[in-house]
């Protein structure tokens, strides 16, 4: 237990911390107590790990920059209003990323049920005070392609409106009807797509309903953030805290100005609306456009040639274990970045992928993997520097230990 005296004590030396350490405490690292010297997560019982898997939800994401920090800081000690902040912040990244307009929103799900709502509602708030129980007057379909159809359609139909699924150009063609409101593209899964993303948009340009791009994931590259409004999608989503490494619970909803500004009619502050819950506070709205600029700055060729080292150091040292095997791979959309698959012979090494992966977990400290029961997968893109040397010493250790003798 810490005794309230204790606390205040640490409260007192805070000026003295600053004052001991000048500068060099302004951007603390990454992973240290925080300046009163309060281990939050030890007090809570948590474990912070070494992110080897990526960017994933469950795994909190992404780790924010120092920039974004300062920014969140700078906007919780001062007051703006919730719709000028985010008209203002919406002006700056539609001229950072060559758009109409933009809207942080409670990340890219929440970017879809506003976007689709403002597609619905237009300006008229008595419509937006229906949604999702009464369609009337409004339209009531998304079409999507039945392998676009994963869980997170489930943000359209947030907004009470029909899914219809399409397989072909033709059958989407036919779909269409006086009901369609929107029609919706799953980005990650664009290689192996039956349409095109210029045919989709084509189609909804022709019919005059207005197309939608999930891109959740979909950085890097960082000129996705651009590439499909310039393409012609009438909205993108973006999540805040993947790879831009912004607030996990923000995300970009971008596009056109008519129907961003129809979005805004069903988010905060509005009340009376679906998105009432999809509260994006000040400090992260800001905190969302300082966390793109700052990715947009990076020398991405650096930081990848980084990651391909990263691997391939990893790798190198799996290896050294007789039986085991790696593959160095890019996926083409969505987590794009240098990856690693490791697996091995049974026979030579003793232990299957889901118990090293449990191993590396509960070792010190701790290591957060992907990969089923036949691989070990792991990225570096979401570590700290110097952290893929503790991987590849534990993952070479915990194979070599499982070395069968011959
Ligand atoms: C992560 C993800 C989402 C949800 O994004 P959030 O920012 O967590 O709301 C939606 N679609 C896809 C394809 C995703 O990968």
């Given at each position: 237990?810490?005794?309230?005296?204790?606390?205040?004590?640490?409260?007192?030396?805070?000026?003295?911390v600053g004052g001991?350490?000048?500068?060099?405490?302004?951007?603390?690292?990454?992973?240290?107590?925080?300046?009163?010297?309060?281990?939050?997560?030890?007090?809570?019982?948590?474990?912070?790990?070494?992110?080897?898997?990526?960017?994933y939800t469950s795994?909190?994401?992404?780790?924010?920059?120092?920039?974004?920090?300062?920014?969140?800081?700078?906007?919780?000690?001062?007051?703006?209003?919730?719709?000028?902040?985010?008209?203002?912040?919406?002006?700056?990244?539609?001229?950072?990323?060559?758009?109409?307009?933009?809207?942080?929103?409670?990340?890219?799900?929440?970017?879809?049920?506003?976007?689709?709502?403002?597609?619905?509602?237009?300006?008229?708030?008595?419509?937006?005070?229906?949604?999702?129980?009464?369609?009337?007057?409004?339209?009531?379909?998304?079409?999507?392609?039945?392998?676009?159809?994963?869980g997170y359609a489930?943000?359209?139909?947030?907004?009470?409106?029909?899914?219809?699924?399409?397989?072909?150009?033709?059958?989407?063609?036919?779909?269409?009807?006086?009901?369609?409101?929107?029609?919706?593209?799953?980005?990650?899964?664009?290689?192996?797509?039956?349409?095109?993303?210029?045919?989709?948009?084509?189609?909804?340009?022709?019919?005059?309903?207005?197309?939608?791009?999930?891109?959740?994931?979909?950085?890097?590259?960082?000129?996705?953030?651009?590439?499909?409004?310039?393409?012609?999608?009438?909205?993108?989503?973006?999540?805040?805290?993947?790879?831009?490494?912004?607030?996990?619970?923000?995300?970009?909803?971008?596009?056109?100005?008519?129907?961003?500004?129809?979005?805004?009619?069903?988010?905060?502050?509005?009340?009376?609306?679906?998105?009432?819950?999809?509260?994006?506070?000040?400090?992260?709205?800001?905190?969302?456009?300082?966390?793109?600029?700052?990715?947009?700055?990076?020398?991405?060729?650096?930081?990848?040639?980084?990651?391909?080292?990263?691997?391939?150091?990893?790798?190198?040292?799996?290896?050294?274990?007789?039986?085991?095997?790696?593959?160095?791979?890019?996926?083409?959309?969505?987590?794009?970045?240098?990856?690693?698959?490791?697996?091995?012979?049974?026979?030579?090494?003793?232990?299957?992928?889901?118990?090293?992966?449990?191993?590396?977990?509960?070792?010190?400290?701790?290591?957060?993997?992907?990969?089923?029961?036949?691989?070990?997968?792991?990225?570096?893109?979401?570590?700290?520097?110097?952290?893929?040397?503790?991987?590849?010493?534990?993952?070479?250790?915990?194979?070599?230990?499982?070395?069968?003798?011959?």
């Amino acid at each position: 237990m810490i005794k309230r005296r204790d606390l205040l004590k640490g409260m007192l030396s805070l000026p003295l911390v600053g004052g001991l350490f000048g500068n060099a405490f302004s951007k603390p690292p990454i992973n240290s107590v925080s300046a009163l010297g309060r281990d939050y997560f030890k007090e809570l019982g948590l474990r912070s790990y070494i992110n080897a898997a990526g960017t994933y939800t469950s795994l909190t994401g992404s780790i924010m920059r120092p920039e974004v920090i300062d920014a969140i800081n700078y906007a919780s000690k001062q007051y703006v209003r919730l719709e000028d902040i985010q008209e203002r912040v919406g002006v700056r990244i539609s001229e950072l990323l060559g758009c109409e307009d933009a809207q942080v929103t409670a990340g890219a799900f929440s970017a879809m049920t506003l976007g689709l709502a403002g597609v619905l509602t237009g300006m008229d708030r008595e419509k937006a005070a229906r949604i999702p129980n009464d369609l009337s007057g409004m339209k009531s379909e998304v079409i999507l392609q039945k392998s676009h159809h994963i869980g997170y359609a489930h943000a359209l139909r947030n907004t009470g409106v029909k899914i219809v699924e399409v397989e072909t150009k033709k059958e989407l063609e036919k779909a269409i009807n006086k009901e369609t409101a929107m029609l919706w593209y799953l980005n990650a899964h664009s290689e192996n797509s039956e349409i095109a993303h210029e045919e989709f948009i084509e189609i909804g340009k022709k019919n005059n309903i207005p197309t939608m791009n999930d891109c959740a994931a979909d950085v890097p590259p960082v000129e996705n953030l651009w590439k499909y409004t310039d393409m012609g999608y009438d909205l993108v989503c973006f999540s805040g805290g993947k790879g831009i490494k912004g607030p996990q619970s923000a995300g970009l909803l971008l596009g056109r100005k008519d129907l961003i500004e129809a979005a805004r009619i069903s988010a905060p502050p509005n009340g009376d609306t679906v998105g009432r819950g999809m509260k994006v506070n000040k400090e992260e709205v800001l905190g969302m456009l300082v966390a793109l600029e700052t990715y947009i700055a990076l020398d991405h060729e650096q930081e990848w040639k980084l990651w391909e080292r990263q691997i391939k150091f990893i790798s190198d040292q799996a290896k050294t274990v007789n039986g085991v095997e790696t593959e160095i791979h890019v996926p083409e959309v969505a987590n794009h970045v240098p990856s690693l698959k490791v697996t091995w012979d049974q026979s030579q090494v003793g232990a299957t992928p889901f118990e090293i992966r449990e191993a590396l977990k509960n070792g010190h400290p701790s290591i957060e993997t992907k990969g089923g029961d036949k691989t070990v997968d792991i990225t570096t893109w979401m570590m700290n520097p110097g952290e893929e040397r503790i991987v590849a010493e534990r993952l070479r250790m915990l194979l070599k230990e499982a070395s069968k003798k011959t």
